[in-house]
């Protein structure tokens, strides 16, 4: 029984790890369209702070605290101005507030750019 329950709980755990994987391409449209103006086509910083380093390293709930609220880890207004996609929703899109998988999906392609030049 107990053996039928350890393999029931390993299934589940499975899925569910499939229903949330991050969709890189995805990601990476999302980051293009809307976040590479001000953060670099590579993450390094411009207008917007630079997301290599530090940022690819944060908490999911701490990059989705600065992109739908303008936030930092300590909930403190960001230095740099962010515009405030849980208000205003995505440039493209136009108007759509990002949901979970959408900043999953940018936070996994962020991620990426650590390795990147340029």
Do not use: C, E, P, S
């Given at each position: 029984m107990k053996?039928?329950?350890f393999l029931a709980m390993c299934v589940?755990?499975?899925l569910t790890a499939?229903?949330?994987a991050e969709d890189l391409d995805a990601g990476k449209t999302l980051y293009t369209a809307n976040c590479q103006k001000c953060h670099g086509a590579n993450g390094q910083g411009g207008i917007g702070k630079k997301l290599?380093?530090?940022a690819s390293k944060w908490e999911f709930s701490a990059f989705?605290?600065?992109?739908l609220n303008g936030l930092d880890d300590e909930g403190?207004?960001?230095k740099q101005p962010m515009p405030?996609?849980?208000?205003?929703g995505l440039t493209d899109p136009k108007g759509k507030v990002p949901d979970?998988?959408?900043?999953q999906n940018i936070f996994a392609y962020v991620k990426t750019l650590s390795g990147k030049k340029g």
């Open positions: 053996r039928m329950l589940l755990g499975g499939n229903a949330v290599i380093g530090d989705k605290n600065a992109v403190h207004k960001l405030l996609f849980g208000k205003l979970d998988t959408d900043l």
